[in-house]
């Protein structure tokens, strides 16, 4: 059991190099279990490339990650999938050519024990469809079940895409910027979702419209160039001068 | 889907069933057999977007274990064809290790390299006998009952073999699993993020592609009553490359199409003072120029333009077709 005090997922001295440039230099992140965290901060800060770290799509360069007490600093990708830590992309990540059901199926397909059948015809995928269309309900998709998914609209790619993270059931949720490139609607739509999510879930989110951070988030960490700015709740980031001049202040990305 | 496939497989298999009364069988049983290597490497180029180019290596040792299970152990041809189907398979299971994991011009240029190196053991190793092959087969009887002696029977035991291959290949791309290799295909990344470990899925697509073309090569040395080291060349490997891409990338029956083109032409050319090379470049150059999506995947288009259609911008055809042309 994960007690309030250790964090469920925890980053010690993080850091990323590229060719003599630090992504993300010396970090420290903790985020308890049942929280939502949000990570902000100005483009080019490094909030993607810690996603890439903690879900282990780069190797750091230093520093080590825990998640539920297991050390994954070295462990394989799709590994730490499995472990419950799920991740959706920046850029919408979707199966194109398949339909968005099918998108849905493939994320059902493995923790049912049907990813390896091979011997028998696709059919023997249609038990999982009742589940698939309650995801698809779930983020207002249930229209779209036969359409090709790269055919799809940008806010519905991202809806279909957090539909088919959540269908692995994780444990914890890394969200890049959910709502980046939607419409006001669909911000709320995905608002009320995570929020729904986070209710039995861990969550990590990067995004920049701070009226969702605000609304959502227990705890903020602001990055800048690779490092942590400062870390609080909503009104103590806010009253951060020094967030005000890096970020909030200024022309603040929303 | 499958009913798409329902009218050109009969079809095909009607003619396949009357065509002895115009060509010789053992012509027949030469392209039935370059058509079941085609698939083979297209379930791989086609399904994963995994371009081998060192499939003869498995196409060459079919032919060389059934040679030798044929022609010195006496084992049943049926059994013999499942030997070569075996060792075929566990030289996939090796090579695919050691390939799966490189992308792109990588992995071509692995199982190049792999494929070379199996040549060169089976010109050194005594049982192969060297250029002279293996000689002296004597098929028997399929199953106890065919007799292989006779060509027309020999005939359809190898188209029934074939398509119940065929049959195999359609029932892999089309399971559960074939569905996680569609999505490998599409984004890996994603696939990942999901949990699926995308070396072990192109590794078993692999075996099975090698188990497939140790088939072809075993119904070939098996009918032919000879294996030589023509089989594993790297000519041969590059001959399948040719054959699926004059048929067409990403369709079911592509292979078929590409293998009977080429295997047709070649046995045209030979009989012709034409020099054979030559022509078949040139054929292989305007096809891949007048349909991108080879031969059987143009024709599927044309008759799907003709019928209401789907999507076409980024199907899976010409997003195979693209990643080759890249
Ligand atoms: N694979 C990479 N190779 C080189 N530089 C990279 C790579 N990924 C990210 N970077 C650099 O790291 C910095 C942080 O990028 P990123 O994590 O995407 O920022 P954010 O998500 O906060 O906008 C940027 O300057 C970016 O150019
Ligand atoms: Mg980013």
Redo the contacts with the bound molecule.
């Keep these: 059991m994960t007690s309030s005090q250790t964090a469920f997922l925890q980053a010690r001295g993080l850091t990323r190099e590229?060719?003599g440039?630090y992504?993300?230099k010396d970090l420290d992140l903790d985020i308890r279990a049942g929280q939502v965290h949000a990570l902000i901060?100005?483009?080019?800060?490094?909030?993607?490339?810690?996603?890439?770290l903690l879900t282990r799509v780069?190797d750091c360069t230093e520093g080590q990650i825990r998640f539920d007490g297991e050390d994954i600093t070295r462990m394989a990708t799709h590994r730490v999938a499995r472990l419950g830590l799920v991740r959706s992309f920046?850029i919408s990540s979707v199966f194109p050519a398949l339909s968005v059901l099918e998108n849905i199926r493939v994320a059902l397909q493995r923790p049912n024990g049907l990813g390896m059948t091979w011997w028998r015809s696709r059919s023997a995928l249609d038990r999982l469809d009742e589940r698939a269309h309650a995801l698809l309900l779930d983020v207002q998709l249930g229209d779209f079940a036969h359409s090709r998914a790269g055919d799809l609209p940008y806010g519905r790619k991202r809806a279909l895409e957090i539909a088919t993270t959540l269908a692995l059931e994780p444990r914890m949720l890394l969200l890049?910027e959910p709502m980046a490139g939607m419409g006001t609607e669909d911000v709320v739509h995905v608002t009320e979702l995570v929020r729904r999510v986070a209710r039995s879930r861990t969550v990590l989110m990067?995004e920049h419209n701070l009226k969702a951070v605000a609304e959502l988030s227990d705890r903020i960490t602001v990055?800048a160039r690779?490092e942590k700015l400062a870390e609080g709740t909503y009104d103590e980031i806010r009253a951060d001068a020094e967030v005000r001049r890096a970020y909030l202040g200024g022309t603040a990305h929303a | 889907m499958l009913r798409s496939h329902v009218l050109p497989v009969l079809a095909l298999l009607v003619l396949l069933c009357i065509a002895p009364l115009v060509f010789y069988p053992i012509f027949l049983i030469k392209l039935l057999c370059f058509a079941l290597f085609a698939a083979a490497f297209h379930l791989l180029l086609g399904y994963v977007g995994l371009l081998s180019f060192g499939h003869a290596a498995f196409f060459g040792t079919g032919a060389y274990m059934c040679a030798q299970a044929l022609a010195r152990w006496n084992l049943a041809p049926e059994l013999a064809l499942l030997f070569a189907v075996a060792v075929s398979a566990a030289l996939g299971a090796v090579i695919g290790f050691l390939a799966v994991r490189r992308q792109g011009i990588y992995f071509a240029m692995i199982t190049l390299a792999l494929g070379q190196m199996v040549y060169f053991i089976y010109l050194q190793a005594p049982f192969t006998g060297g250029e002279d092959g293996i000689r002296g087969i004597t098929p028997g009887h399929f199953l106890g009952v065919v007799d292989l002696s006779n060509p027309l029977a020999l005939y359809f035991t190898v188209l029934a073999v074939t398509t119940l291959a065929f049959a195999l290949v359609w029932r892999i791309v089309q399971s559960p699993f074939g569905m996680i290799l569609e999505a490998i295909r599409e984004n890996e990344p994603r696939a990942i993020s999901l949990g699926y470990n995308p070396t072990l899925y192109k590794l078993a697509a692999f075996t099975f592609s090698a188990a497939l073309a140790g088939l072809a090569g075993g119904l070939k040395a098996m009918s032919f009553q000879i294996a030589t080291l023509v089989d594993v060349t790297w000519q041969m490997s590059g001959e399948v490359v040719l054959m699926t891409l004059v048929g067409g990338i990403g369709t079911f029956l592509g292979p078929v199409v590409g293998a009977f083109i080429i295997g047709g032409l070649e046995q045209y050319l030979a009989q012709s003072a034409l020099p054979a090379p030559v022509i078949l470049g040139a054929a292989f150059i305007l096809c891949v120029m007048l349909f991108r999506k080879g031969v059987a995947g143009t024709a599927k288009s044309l008759l799907q333009n003709r019928a209401p259609k789907r999507s076409t911008p980024d199907n899976p055809e010409t997003q195979a077709t693209n990643r080759i042309v890249k």
Excluded: H, I, M, Y
Aim: glycine share 18%.
């Design positions: 590229f060719r440039f992504a993300v901060g100005p483009n080019g800060a490094g909030k993607t490339t810690v996603f890439n780069l920046q890049d990067v990055l690779g």
